[in-house]
């Protein structure tokens, strides 16, 4: 954890929060999500747009694959450049060690032509992005008919989402020091529920193919008490599935009028032709 922020009190931006204990049992979580869900997913270009801890296509085998960053990072672009060894900013060591960014790019204006992806991976990229609605609208313009994009984000029904709620509503009421004031997830972000999303992706056009939801652990900070409460994992996934901190979302970009094209011949059948009697004129 950074030697910066106290144990109460979770860093700023969600780059640092991934280095606590809570971070990485979040990361642990989707990384194996996201594994299972790209990896029987086919075609030829695939983009993971945000979150650079996190190899979401790694288990996915389209012959293009590519990181981008949103414009945001634009100052991380020297430290993704930096040779390893070579001393960086405080808290943005980790930056380093990831796979080489392939673009930094306006999230809400991806520099793709119509119908150019086959895959897009968005993890916690719309809760920090300033307009969701038009980076959705980019995603659905850039997929190809039948695309896939793979969402995660905060559970704002959770009881992530209800202690960062709670602390929210201390920092309005200007209780700063009180405990009911202290944030547990990242500061930065407007956390969008599963079930604006599932509007969202349906007005424009998507087919959610699947959803699920993980992290049921209470909102605590320490590694110890993170490990004393696994057990919670698989009584929520049981008992209450949707209130999990995180949640996880797949879907399909149809397109009305367009469907796939199977092969262009088709095996015909000999065709028997009838017997001929054969005579002898003789």
């Keep these: 954890m950074n030697p910066k922020h106290s144990a109460d009190q979770p860093p700023a931006g969600l780059s640092s929060w991934l280095q606590t204990p809570p971070g990485q049992y979040l990361l642990g979580w989707e990384q194996t999500q996201f594994d299972l869900a790209v990896a029987d997913l086919f075609g030829y270009n695939a983009l993971q747009l945000g979150l650079s801890e996190l190899d979401a296509l790694r288990a996915n085998r389209m012959p293009h694959r590519w990181l981008a960053l949103p414009e945001e990072l634009a100052p991380l672009e020297p430290l993704l450049k930096t040779p390893p060894g070579a001393p960086m900013a405080d808290g943005l060591a980790q930056v380093a060690s990831l796979r080489r960014v392939a673009l930094i790019t306006d999230a809400a204006a991806l520099p793709f032509p119509a119908a150019s992806l086959d895959l897009l991976v968005l993890p916690h990229t719309l809760e920090l992005s300033a307009d969701p609605h038009q980076v959705l609208r980019e995603v659905e313009r850039v997929l190809v008919p039948e695309g896939r994009v793979v969402v995660s984000g905060f559970n704002p029904a959770s009881l992530w989402g ?113 017997p001929v009697v054969a005579t002898n004129r003789h």
């Design 162 to 274: 209800l202690r960062q709620g709670r602390g929210r509503l201390g920092e309005r009421l200007g209780l700063a020091r009180a405990d009911t004031a202290r944030l547990y997830l990242p500061e930065a972000g407007d956390f969008i529920g599963p079930w604006r999303l599932r509007d969202w992706l349906q007005l424009l056009g998507f087919e959610v193919e699947s959803d699920r939801y993980g992290c049921y652990r209470p909102a605590v900070q320490t590694e110890k008490w993170l490990q004393r409460t696994a057990w919670m994992d698989p009584i929520g996934a049981r008992w209450w599935p949707i209130f999990g901190a995180v949640y996880f979302v797949v879907a399909v970009k149809r397109v009305r009028g367009v469907r796939l094209l199977g092969p262009a011949w088709k095996p015909r059948r000999a065709t028997a032709s009838a």
